[in-house]
């Protein structure tokens, strides 16, 4: 009786194991690499990169929609609020690089479908891998904004986090950088570790839909307020955009 007792534990064990497994990373069972729940994907092109956490992206009904990455955040590079931060043009230029402008992206949700300003909440997946995860594995970006029931990755998105943090990569090269809270810049001054921010031009969508870039001393550089940056008008250029008369 017991040893029928105890075998009916272990069925019990693996079972409730490997369940575990499933809901936190599926994997294709021929090459053991994670995959997409695809009970929970939505096919989509992107239209253009944001920033190093936000793409637009075009759905198959033909609507376009700004997507925001899920649990995790880049520096910032577009905020009318805030400077540019140290290596948010390095994840700017990563997202730009893995996700060109009409390529095809799978958009993975959790629970929830949009965050409080109307973006598509999504683990974004283009050629077999998950951009979010590559940003934290890059060093380009942290855990956050961790709020159940969303919390499908959290444990796979910290282990990759501590990763990066071993080996000081990105925005864990300077200590006290990378917080909880966000990033302090301040900490930054002063150090050999601080990168050279040349993402000054920024780039605007007039009413018309028409990309126009815009060069520090321009007539209406102060006013404008970017979507995107750029480090150089030959990079503003190959996205589309078009010098502003001066």
């Not at 999504?122 to 934290?136: H, P, S």
Request: aromatic share 8%.
């Amino acid at each position: 009786m017991k040893r029928i007792v105890s075998q009916l534990f272990l069925v019990m064990t693996i079972l409730f194991l490997s369940g575990c497994a499933l809901d936190s990373e599926p994997d294709d069972p021929q090459t053991g690499i994670p995959q997409p729940d695809e009970a929970k994907v939505t096919e989509a092109t992107v239209e253009r990169v944001i920033d190093g956490d936000t793409v637009k992206v075009r759905l198959k009904n033909g609507q376009t929609e700004d997507v925001r990455f899920l649990l995790i955040d880049t520096p910032e590079t577009v905020n009318p609020e805030k400077p540019v931060q140290p290596y948010g043009p390095e994840a700017s230029r990563f997202t730009k690089e893995a996700l060109p402008a009409g390529s095809e992206v799978l958009l993975e949700r959790d629970e929830s479908k949009t965050d409080r300003y109307g973006r598509l909440l999504a683990y974004v997946w283009a050629d077999g891998k998950m951009i979010n995860q590559e940003l934290l594995r890059k060093g380009l970006a942290r855990v956050a904004y961790i709020y159940e029931p969303d919390t499908r990755y959290v444990e796979t998105f910290q282990e990759i986090e501590d990763e990066a943090k071993e080996e000081k990569l990105g925005i864990w090269q300077t200590d006290g950088y990378a917080t909880d809270r966000g990033f302090d810049t301040s900490v930054m001054k002063g150090t050999p570790a601080e990168p050279t921010d040349c993402a000054d031009i920024k780039g605007n969508i007039n009413r018309q839909g028409k990309k126009i870039y815009h060069i520090r001393g321009g007539r209406s550089y102060d006013e404008v307020n970017p979507e995107e940056m750029f480090c150089s008008e030959r990079e503003a250029k190959e996205a589309g955009f078009v010098r502003a008369a001066n």
